[in-house]
């Protein structure tokens, strides 16, 4: 079962290190496991970063404040416990 699963995940790179390396070389191997490896950190990377990449316009969220038009801040500082 895990050398189905492992012939699965490396199956697309096998066929991009097929391009530049012949199939019978010893090194044929870690280059296809290399091009898996670039794969796997890239979808990682795009997995983080394409929520905030979305094209469509997010709902914001509003401050605290934003209610009070107009108003100064208040101190959120609770004047009680600074003794």
């Known amino acids: 079962m ?12 096998s066929l991009i290190a097929g391009w530049f ?3 019978e070389d010893a090194r044929f191997w ?3 496991m290399v091009i898996a490896l670039v794969f796997l950190a890239l979808s990682c990377i795009v997995g983080i970063y394409a929520p905030s990449l979305r094209p469509w ?12 038009k ?3 801040p208040t ?3 609770d004047d009680a416990n600074l003794s």
């Open 57 to 68: 316009p997010r709902e914001r969220s509003r401050p605290p404040d934003a209610d009070r």
């Open 2 to 13: 895990m050398a189905w699963f492992a012939r699965v995940l490396l199956f697309i790179p």
């Open 21 to 23: 390396v012949a199939r």
């Open 30 to 32: 870690v280059i296809a």
């Open 70 to 72: 107009g108003k100064p």
């Open 75 to 77: 101190n959120r500082v």
